[in-house]
């Protein structure tokens, strides 16, 4: 069996390196940023990030990552 290796596109790669998320996955579309306490402040200082250093991502967020405390940072 092949073992794929997932690639991180450079703005994501920026974000990361500005953002240091304590946990996050790497997934096909983007990350998932896991462990956050403080959801809604997160969410806000990750945007900001985004919309300051002007990087092709977008921030979604549902319910279900409520429950463990996280949400995505996907590609445009």
Known sequence: MEKKTLTVA????????KFQPN???IMASGI???????MHS????AK??????????????????LSYGGFEVNNI
């Open 32 to 38: 998932e940023v896991r462990g956050i306490n403080n």
């Open 42 to 45: 997160t969410i806000v200082q």
């Open 23 to 25: 946990k996050f996955k």
């Open 48 to 65: 900001d990030l985004i919309d300051r250093l002007e990087l092709n991502l977008i921030i979604q967020h549902n319910a279900e990552m």
């Open 10 to 17: 450079p703005d994501l790669q920026v974000f990361i390196d």
